[in-house]
């Protein structure tokens, strides 16, 4: 008799062992960040995981200096990560995602930023006064930032345009049309939250320039492309 107990004790504590490896997983996946220099890991960013039937929060990480995150001992089910991102804690980047009953889920890198930038252009450089007209795509982008044109000479100073890039649902955008003046180097696209919005527009209205220090707090630049102009004179 004591030894079928035993042996029940040991079947019940083999089945439980056994139950919560397979039905709990370790969730993985990577923050990517589109910049300047292309695609790069997104540091430091909080992650949260809630469960998609009562949104109850379950658990919050960072992302590693890889951009990498994890969470442990995970069940099967439908949950959603939210992705909050510097400068939109208002908001998150969310996510829907399926745990299935294995010991790892990998995650499909995440890429809180992706923008294609294109400048239409015959031959290698502009000419000096040409007027032209700036397109991407943007994907995700949090429902309080904003996406702004900025053009830049060599000395680093900025100048905005008179408005904010209009994103439309499918992600495309189009700017306003842009003459090309013969100091100018760059054109950037930046992002900014709804107050760094407003100080853009001031500087507009004010027809102030700056240097890149003097972007508002939490703006950063998303895509940039380098512009030679030719001159007329």
Same mark, same amino acid.
């Given at each position: ?115 294609? %930038?294109?400048?239409?252009?015959? *031959?290698?450089?502009? +000419?000096?006064?040409?007027? $032209? !007209?700036? &397109?991407? #795509? ?73 240097? %890149?220090?003097?972007?508002?707090? *939490?703006?950063?630049? +998303?895509?940039?492309?380098? $512009? !030679?102009? &030719?001159? #007329?004179?």
């Amino acid at each position: 008799m004591k030894n079928k107990t035993a042996l029940s004790a040991i079947f019940t504590i083999l089945l439980l062992f056994v139950t919560s490896v397979v039905y709990s997983a370790t969730l993985q996946g990577r923050l990517d960040r589109f910049g300047p220099n292309g695609i790069l890991p997104a540091s430091f960013v909080p992650v949260s995981i809630y469960s998609d039937i009562d949104e109850k929060i379950l658990g919050t990480v960072s992302s590693g200096s890889d951009g990498m995150y994890y969470f442990n001992h995970v069940k099967p089910g439908d949950y959603i990560l939210k992705v909050w991102v510097k400068g939109f804690r208002k908001k998150s980047l969310n996510y829907k995602v399926h745990i299935s009953d294995q010991e790892y889920i990998n995650i499909k890198p995440i890429v809180i930023h992706s923008l294609k %930038f294109d400048i239409p252009q015959k *031959g290698g450089r502009f +000419i000096e006064g040409i007027v $032209i !007209k700036p &397109r991407g #795509t943007h994907y995700s982008l949090p429902a309080d930032a904003f996406l702004w044109v900025v053009l830049s000479d060599s000395l680093n100073n900025f100048y905005l345009r008179d408005n904010p890039v209009v994103v439309h649902k499918d992600g495309t955008w189009t700017t306003d049309s842009i003459s090309i003046g013969r100091y100018l180097t760059k054109i950037h696209v930046v992002i900014v939250t709804e107050d760094g919005n407003k100080k853009f527009k001031e500087k507009v209205s004010k027809k102030e320039r700056g240097g %890149f220090k003097d972007f508002p707090e *939490g703006s950063y630049v +998303i895509a940039s492309r380098n $512009i !030679k102009v &030719r001159h #007329t004179r």
